[in-house]
């Protein structure tokens, strides 16, 4: 397959696997690209793309951004703080506004859900969706994969486990479809407030404790308490979070074997893992941030090839 | 659809020692030249060539690499398809290097181009130059002429020349495909 089946990325939960497995291979090459002395190439010269934020972003927004200009794109930025949005205007008049203004595609980040796919059923330009609320973070679950597969070999078969906050993280439910699409086991761990009820409908195990479901997997993917999102107490104290679900050396180290470890940033340092573990070698967080300019890139790339 | 035998196995073979001498005159120890296969398919001469410098002209070394031009091209989003990538892998400093880009059919050029700008991204070359097995003339869309060619074929625009390799397709052959 030469083409993605979709022509916006709106959630993992629309891709096909030969989509995944294309969005790899052109990363691949990408990822060549990025490594050389002079990074960028032309393909892009002619698409105009604006990366709309109603929310905030630091590494998502600059990682895209740089996708972006390696891939010689014209590049327009928009944060809804800064913007006419405070006096009253709705999604689709400020996007469209953007749009008259001969945009090609919208890169955005919004808090409700399903923003993204309200916007691409209403506007003509490719959408990408940077993450919307508590639903979906695509290019985060692709270069999440991506990373598994580059330091293991492959997806299919491995067991990942992850941990933190599931009710509330969009990067854990796209992280569930995107692995179970390529064939991983998934399990996930936390307290209890912070697993959605029907989880289990996903396809998904459930553990309760923290060093059995490390026990079980090949690579942890250790999510951030989003204390912006925890509109009430879903647990004691920080504290008791820490000591229940926190991953320090000490633990890593009494598992029978060396596990891979994931964080989608930003870090919490001492809460859900401690500073030798994130700066460890074990823990591939870097490699993620390095990976997700060539999978923003490679999605850039061929969802760009399908505008006509 | 009918197609002729355009060279044989025997004919690339001749003209493949032919091309690898010429090389030879002009670079002798290939101290200062490279040699860049574009992709996908003139990595088979770049490696045949290569190959026969080694064995045959006792060149002890020679730096090859493969170029991939996807990203360069100049129809993206005006075809039908997708335009997928291949691998490139250019393990060295082209910088004030002599390099030889080689490819197995020039048709319109616009490929070369892309590979010219796509050479760009590895340093400044001293020199470039062009190789191709085949040198389709009447073709071409930019001003663009190979420095050593193979054969030069006359063949209208509905024609397809077709080069097939004995480690890819299971012979060394060359057709001409009228539609």
New interface residues.
């Given amino acids: 397959m ?3 089946s979709v022509h916006h990325l709106l959630g993992i939960k629309y891709l096909k696997e030969t989509d995944i497995q294309l969005i790899f ?2 990363a691949d ?1 990408f990822k ?2 990025i490594n ?3 990074k ?5 010269r ?1 698409i105009t793309i604006a990366n709309i934020f109603f929310e905030n972003s630091t590494r998502t927004k600059l990682s895209f951004e740089l996708a972006e200009k390696r ?1 010689s794109a014209d590049v327009l930025n928009f944060s809804a703080s800064q913007s006419s949005v405070t006096k009253g205007e709705t999604l689709i008049d400020t996007v469209n506004n953007i749009l008259a203004m001969k945009v090609d595609m919208v890169v955005m980040r919004h808090p409700n859900p399903g923003a993204g796919i309200f916007l691409s059923k209403h506007v003509n330009a490719a959408i990408i969706n940077a993450g919307d609320g508590a639903h979906e973070h695509p290019t985060q679950a692709l270069l999440d994969s991506y990373s598994i597969r580059e330091k293991l070999g492959d997806v299919a078969g491995k067991n990942v486990l992850i941990v933190g906050d599931i009710l509330h993280s969009r990067v854990a439910l796209s992280n569930i479809f995107a692995l179970k699409l390529q064939g991983a086991q998934v399990k996930v761990c936390g307290p209890k407030t912070l697993i959605p009820k029907h989880i289990t409908s996903l396809g998904v195990g459930v553990v309760s404790d923290l060093k059995t479901g490390l026990e079980w997997c090949d690579v942890a993917n250790m999510l951030r308490i989003q204390n912006e999102r925890l509109d009430i107490s879903y647990f004691p104290t920080t504290r008791e979070y820490t000591k229940q679900f926190g991953v320090n050396k000490e633990l890593l180290n009494s598992l029978d074997k060396e596990i891979v470890i994931m964080h989608p940033g930003p870090i919490n340092r001492g809460v859900e893992i401690t500073s030798d573990v994130a700066d460890s070698k074990q823990a591939i967080i870097l490699n993620q941030v390095e990976n997700g300019v060539a999978i923003r890139m490679a999605v850039l ?2 969802l ?5 | 659809m009918s197609q002729k035998i355009l060279l044989s196995s025997k004919e690339i073979h001749i003209i493949l020692h032919r091309l690898a001498c010429q090389l030879l005159e002009n670079h002798l120890d290939f101290t200062n030249t490279v040699l860049i296969g574009i992709q996908p398919r003139g990595i088979f001469v770049a490696e045949r060539l290569c190959e026969i410098l080694k064995t045959k002209y006792g060149v002890a070394h020679i730096d090859l690499g493969v170029l991939d031009i996807t990203f360069y091209r100049d129809d993206f989003r005006r075809g039908d398809k997708t335009l997928e990538a291949t691998k490139t892998k250019i393990n060295f400093l082209i910088e004030d290097k002599n390099v030889v880009l080689i490819d197995d059919v020039l048709y319109t050029g616009r490929s070369i181009n892309a590979a010219l700008t796509a050479l760009q991204s590895f340093g400044r070359p001293a020199e470039v130059e062009l190789l191709t097995l085949i040198d389709r003339r009447f073709s071409r869309h930019l001003p663009i002429q190979p420095n050593y060619r193979g054969r030069q074929v006359d063949a209208i625009d509905g024609e397809k020349v077709k080069v097939l390799w004995k480690e890819n397709d299971g012979e060394d052959i060359i057709y001409l495909i009228k539609k």
């Fill in positions: 030469s083409e993605l291979e052109t090459h060549e690209v050389r002395s002079i960028k190439v032309p393909s892009l002619d891939l790339y061929l760009a090839s399908k505008i006509k």
